[in-house]
């Protein structure tokens, strides 16, 4: 137990730390924060993961493909980890927190921020000690476990597991994979992976998002930032009024691609474009145009959430296009120049790739 524990630091936490020090080099120096490390780091993983996965699914061996992901995902993990350590070590990107800056915090800030810890540990808990039950359970964690067992994807009914054709449907949506990975290389059942470990992660994940766009949103006055946050986690405790709610996805099917999807991959969007126009505003107010950095670092994010939408669900690809091209053509409007639209249309291309794809197996 004490070793699938390790294994799932180091997969979870570890290792998007270091992949992220990559992708942060394309921003500009003093973009390069903490936080924004991890969540490059993370969605790096989950594309590797993905390319890894979609290729042994369609060009491997059909009886031992999941083996064939699992061995190569694993040294692509090692070697990501250790070219980000190279460049944490030589180049030292990061640029650390003020932590000068928390010990000047006022009290009524300090309460908010106390209050949200309190009510994020309360759905952690939750999360942990409780088991939420629905019929996707009997689809999405059995395909996981299946995958672990017999070492393919997607070739077994999870309903009656009898041998079938490739599911083309779900296949192209590669979380549950994912999940059977983790399972393998901790050595935890799948089951428990999706249930009690997965929300310990992409819970906190999701805040993580919230918490940049906070960041964009109430610069001048980052005071509100806790207030900001609050609201969102009572929002998210007390918006179970029905089962399709994101706020019942987030807390109850925290593992499901299409939860991801609602309460990961929007949200990233919407970060990425808060970020990228706040800092525009900032430099057209100082009378400085955009900077290439800006732009070369919000379209690769932008690519590689388009990809993390494909690996979600099927859906997802044409979702996440078309909120970038309408936060796009806001900005376009903004700028009053339509070839601003170019960077949201080409982050667009994996999306494009996707639905060609798809359309072909099926």
């Known amino acids: 137990m004490r070793a699938g524990i390790v294994w799932l630091i180091a997969i979870l936490l570890v290792a998007p730390f270091l992949s992220g020090c990559l992708p942060v080099l394309f921003f500009p120096e003093e973009k390069r924060t903490l936080h924004r490390t991890f969540l490059l780091g993370v969605l790096l993983d989950w594309f590797a993961f993905d390319l890894c996965a979609l290729y042994f699914l369609f060009f491997g061996n059909v009886f031992i493909s999941f083996e064939q992901t699992f061995r190569t995902y694993c040294v692509v993990l090692a070697a990501l980890g250790i070219a980000g350590l190279l460049v944490l070590f030589f180049k030292k990107p990061l640029k650390l927190p003020d932590t000068a800056g928390l010990l000047r915090t006022d009290p009524a800030t300090a309460l908010c921020w106390l209050f949200f810890f309190a009510v994020l540990f309360a759905q952690l808990f939750l999360a942990v000690t409780y088991a939420s039950f629905d019929g996707d359970d009997a689809f999405y964690v059995v395909e996981s476990l299946m995958s672990e067992k017999t070492g393919t994807m997607y070739n077994y009914v999870p309903y009656t597991g009898e041998s079938a054709r490739l599911d083309i449907r779900h296949a192209l949506a590669v979380i549950p994979m994912w999940e059977a990975f983790v399972a393998r290389a901790s050595g935890i059942h799948a089951t428990i992976i999706a249930h009690t470990v997965l929300p310990v992660f992409l819970i906190p994940l999701t805040y993580l998002v919230y918490y940049g766009i906070g960041k964009s949103l109430f610069k001048k006055d980052e005071t509100l930032l806790p207030v900001f946050l609050s609201l969102l986690a009572i929002f998210q405790v007390t918006g179970n009024t029905s089962i399709y709610t994101t706020e019942t996805f987030f807390l109850t099917r925290t593992w499901q691609g299409k939860a991801m999807m609602g309460n990961l991959v929007l949200p ?95």
């Open 268 to 362: 990233m969007i919407l970060l990425v474009f808060c970020a990228f126009f706040a800092e525009d505003t900032q430099r057209a107010a100082d009378g400085q145009g955009t900077r290439a950095g800006d732009v070369r670092g919000a379209v690769l994010t932008l690519v590689l959430i388009n990809c993390f939408a494909g690996m979600c669900t099927s859906m997802g690809v044409v979702l996440a296009a078309g909120e970038i091209l309408l936060l796009s053509l806001l900005y376009a409007l903004k700028q009053r120049r339509m070839g601003a639209l170019l960077p949201g249309i080409l982050s667009c291309v994996p999306n494009v790739c996707y639905i060609l794809l798809y359309m072909r197996l099926k």
